[in-house]
């Protein structure tokens, strides 16, 4: 890979990167807003999905963004794999007892 694409796999890798937090945060703030008002455990499942989501953007691309050798990036993605399972884990858990929750609710709304 030549000099200029190298530089702008960086900048569109950061762009993502970037991109990917900024999602996470606005995510994770609706998600504790939801907790707050409703106290169901299910949004809390979901924020920490989403914080296991940032812990792992940082993972994944810190080595891009620090520049480190190309030895550490291997160390640093196998942690963030292991950050992923779980967050998977936790997330559809999340999503699990959110819907079950609203398919609840609606068929109390609207008796058939």
Known sequence: MNEAMA???YLVSSYVGLVELVAQFIMIVLQL???RSTRHNSAMLLAASTALGIINVVLMYSPRLLKLPIEQWLLLHEAAAVVFSIQV???IAGAVMLFRAFE???SQARPF
């Open 7 to 9: 530089e702008h796999f």
């Open 33 to 35: 807003r939801l907790y």
């Open 89 to 91: 884990v936790v997330g």
């Open 104 to 106: 609840t609710a609606l």
